[in-house]
Antibody, heavy 117, light 110 residues
Framework: EVQLVESGGGLVQPGGSLRLSCAASGFTFSSYLMHWVRQTPGKGLVWVSRVNSDASSTTYADSVKGRFTISRDNAKNTLYLQLNSLRAEDTAMYYC??????????WGRGTLVTVSS | QSALTQPASVSGSPGQSITISCAGTSSDVGSYDLVSWYQQHPGKAPKLMIYEGSKRPSGVSNRFSGSKSGTTASLTISGLQAEDEADYYCCSYAGSSTYVFGTGTKVTVL
């Protein structure tokens, strides 16, 4: 069964850090572009970051550039997102998503990040 | 990286056709045939419905179709069914390996 399972979310204070993980199974992870997409409760989807198949290239939305770092370990079939200098506006459900090209045909169920004092 | 513009809500009766627009710019929708559409039911993860403008993934009903004219993409749902009631989002490649989503549209089946 094709699956993406996120973990690592939780409650963190402003200025704090978290590391999200996304475990992949059931498909050739090393062939897929992988992304993080977030959704504030009750609001829309926002693309956050992307890493290419061999981890040689990463890109970020302006809102997270310099604070978040995306990475992947193809040997472990796992995607990561390091979140630093967190702000209240980073509170959201974070989805791991992937696709063979410029679209997302696989999605996880999400992990909730809450930034609050 | 401004969000693509979608109508907040669209409604239709069972059996009718509805169209959701997705307005972008010459830097995203207008420059690439790389618009995708996603359906999201409450509390669920998004599901890919259309990719590369007009292609349907395996398993997606042929009642869903996509098109583009200039800087505006569209998703049409024909033969509207109760199960189509959900939120729908467009997404476009925006160059330099970045992407932008639309503001989202709530579809209501009357």
């Amino acid at each position: 069964e094709v699956q993406l399972v996120e973990s690592g979310g939780g409650l963190v204070q402003p200025g704090g850090s978290l590391r999200l993980s996304c475990a992949a199974s059931g498909f050739t992870f090393s062939s897929y572009l992988m992304h993080w997409v977030r959704q504030t409760p009750g609001k829309g989807l926002v693309w956050v970051s992307r890493v290419n198949s061999d981890a040689s290239s990463t890109t970020y939305a302006d809102s997270v550039k310099g604070r978040f770092t995306i990475s992947r370990d193809n040997a472990k079939n796992t995607l990561y997102l390091q979140l630093n200098s967190l702000r209240a506006e980073d509170t959201a459900m974070y989805y791991c998503a992937g696709g063979p090209a410029a679209y997302f045909d696989l999605w996880g169920r999400g992990t909730l990040v809450t930034v609050s004092s | 990286q401004s969000a693509l513009t979608q109508p907040a809500s669209v409604s239709g009766s069972p059996g009718q056709s509805i169209t959701i627009s997705c307005a972008g710019t010459s830097s995203d929708v207008g420059s690439y045939d790389l618009v995708s559409w996603y359906q999201q039911h409450p509390g669920k993860a998004p599901k890919l419905m259309i990719y590369e403008g007009s292609k349907r993934p395996s398993g997606v009903s042929n009642r869903f179709s996509g098109s583009k004219s200039g800087t505006t993409a569209s998703l049409t749902i024909s033969g509207l069914q109760a199960e189509d009631e959900a939120d729908y989002y467009c997404c476009s490649y925006a160059g330099s390996s970045t992407y932008v989503f639309g503001t989202g549209t709530k579809v209501t089946v009357l």
